[in-house]
């Protein structure tokens, strides 16, 4: 690109917030250049393109290469951490059969990852199940706001490990207690944001309803749920994100299949590749969740 | 835009189908065979609890308002003049007194009572055919088949010269047009009574002036009874039968009553140079700015 010509810098990159990149359309050519082509040229847009798609390819995978280059350095110095290398060759070797069964203590990662999944499907949409409807009508209803709110305030600080041994004991089981943990911790969040988007809402909206003298049904479906569905989807967001952090530890402590307990199984094992290989597996399939629901949020959003 | 200032034929014939019952009033004829007290307000007084104690926002309003009247209830910013249109509504139950719309009493808000909000107050997830099928689903639901009331829908849509930006949605459209969206939702409900809460106040000196010239063709056009809250002196003469004057709150009541004699159909532009208008004119802002001038805040 032509680095004198300061129309071209104050081009302006237009990113969504999901990290695409819409090619710039509109041109602030200053006056003071000599401008020959006000009008760009096919190959010019193409350039402006394919500049838009460095800048926004550039900065991760710029920093990806670095975290991995820190990774390969410790590795040396430290000889029981495995390198990249070391780490993808097991990787491939992982993933070339992932569907194995070799018994209850041994199966390959995709069952691992599923049944981590099953949990907190489980578990989340359970929480979901009760936390929304509630948290509409602590929302709507001020006695059982004053009501609920001591006891929401007492309870979600509580790190949702605490509530494993309750779990243990109510359900005698290891897999019941693991999604019980999930339920308790993905609640919280889908209560109070559905709460807050339904204080929220606009009163020139509810003055609509009164001055329409719309049903409850109707205030319902035609303004109090389309109001809180943003509120609503953060809640969900939020919740997911608990959901998945938590099921790791959980499994870890009641063992089974999962991913958690195949990190401890591998610690055992003193398998580092594949625990390394573990934590990267939460990531992806965490941001995988996350981006899911960002898609759909977007999708129920009106402005 | 002209277009939608003269109703031309077209237009009348489906407001007439859809609102049958509805006459096109012969021009300056409109205020002829009018009930006397249509709306009627006695002794009213609005009385809000604060922390601070109780805060007394009117007092002794009383006043009657014809059939196919237009009101405009004029006053500085505190004067308790929404509280007052808030009461007729129905939003709030007034702490003494009575008040009464077409012979019963207003126990809450009603659907013959339309309401226009000062900020649209549209649901910006449904189209602007929802927004207004909505009031009209809620009116006539019972009693129709959903043909006719999406036809009443479209009517009033079309009243307000919006059938082009039926299946928009509100974030897609003008200022000026939300407003008429407002007002064609109100209008939709066939209401007894027109209520406006500074309606244009939102807008700008143009659309303002656009809306103000079709407010009062479609007021000409339905007999609208219409009450209207504004800060515009201007708009006061220009649209009003009555202009009704408040006192500086705490404690507002109705300080003056001008009756606006000006022949309609009233055009802007003739006004400028009549000097009935600037007598008008003349004497409600003598009451704003000279009797009842706030103290400088």
Request: aromatic content about 8%; glycine content about 8%.
């Amino acid at each position: 690109m032509n680095a004198a010509n300061p129309g071209i810098e104050s081009l302006k990159e237009t990113t969504a917030g999901d990290g695409t990149v819409a090619t710039a359309k509109v041109f602030n050519i200053s006056p003071s250049i000599n401008v020959s082509e006000p009008v760009p040229t096919a190959g010019r847009r193409f350039s402006l393109a394919a500049k838009n798609f460095f800048q926004w390819l550039v900065p991760p995978v710029l920093g990806l290469t670095i975290f991995i280059g820190i990774w390969a350095l410790v590795s040396q110095t430290s000889p029981q951490l495995p390198g990249p290398l070391k780490t993808w060759a097991s990787a491939q070797q992982l993933f070339s059969d992932p569907f194995y069964n070799k018994g209850p203590n041994d199966q390959g990662i995709g069952w691992n990852i599923l049944a981590s999944l099953q949990r907190v499907g489980i578990g989340f949409g359970m929480a979901a199940a009760i936390g929304i409807p509630l948290g509409f009508m602590i929302g709507r209803f001020k006695f059982l706001n004053a009501m609920t709110a001591p006891i929401i305030s007492l309870l979600r600080p509580v790190s949702p490990l605490a509530w494993l041994p309750i779990g243990l004991l109510v359900f005698k089981a290891a897999n019941p207690a693991a999604i019980w943990v999930i339920f308790i911790s993905a609640i919280w969040p889908m209560i109070i944001n559905t709460a807050v988007g339904v204080n929220r809402i606009p009163q020139d909206y509810m003055n609509v309803a009164k001055v329409l003298n719309l049903s409850e049904w109707k205030i319902f479906t035609k303004i109090l749920f389309p109001a809180v569905l943003p509120y609503m989807m953060t809640g969900i967001r939020l919740s997911i994100g608990v959901a998945w952090l938590v099921i790791v530890a959980a499994e870890m402590l009641t063992g089974g299949v999962g991913l958690g307990f195949w990190v401890w199984d591998e610690w055992n094992n003193l398998n580092v590749e594949h625990i390394i290989i573990a934590i990267f597996v939460v990531g992806i399939v965490g941001l995988l969740l996350e981006q899911m629901l960002v898609l759909l949020a977007k999708r129920f959003s009106y402005e | 835009m002209s277009e939608i200032g003269s109703p031309d034929e077209g237009r009348k014939a489906v407001i007439r189908e859809t609102f049958p019952g509805l006459r096109f009033a012969p021009s300056g004829l409109h205020r002829e065979n009018l009930m006397e007290k249509y709306v009627q307000i006695e002794n009213v007084q609005m009385t809000f609890d604060t922390k601070k104690g109780p805060f007394v926002a009117l007092r002794d309003i009383n006043l009657n308002i014809e059939q196919g009247e237009f009101i405009s209830l004029i006053g500085h910013s505190g004067c308790g003049k929404s509280t007052l249109l808030n009461l007729v509504a129905g939003l709030t139950i007034p702490s003494n007194g009575a008040m009464l719309c077409a012979g019963r009493e207003i126990a809450g808000p009603g659907p013959e009572r339309g309401v226009v909000f000062q900020n649209h107050s549209l649901l910006p997830w449904l189209t602007c055919f929802e927004n207004v099928h909505l009031a009209v689903e809620r009116v006539f639901a019972r009693a129709e088949s959903s043909a006719s009331m999406k036809k009443r829908t479209q009517a009033a849509l079309a009243l307000v010269g919006l059938s082009h930006a039926e299946h928009k949605y509100p974030h897609e459209i003008s200022g000026g047009m939300k407003q008429r969206v407002g007002i064609a939702r109100a209008l939709s409900m066939q209401p007894k009574v027109l209520l406006m809460d500074e309606p244009f106040g939102a807008l700008d000196a143009l659309t303002r002036a656009h809306l103000q010239d079709e407010l009062m063709k479609i007021a000409a056009e339905t007999k609208s009874t219409v009450i209207m809250v504004t800060h515009d002196v201007d708009e006061a003469v220009l649209l009003s039968d009555r202009i009704v004057m408040m006192t500086n709150g705490p404690a507002a009541t109705i300080g003056e009553i001008l009756t606006v004699s000006l022949p309609r159909p009233r055009e802007r532009l003739a006004l400028a140079n009549n000097p009935k208008y600037h007598e008008y004119r003349g004497a409600v802002l003598d009451f704003l700015y000279r009797r009842q001038l706030r103290p400088a805040a």
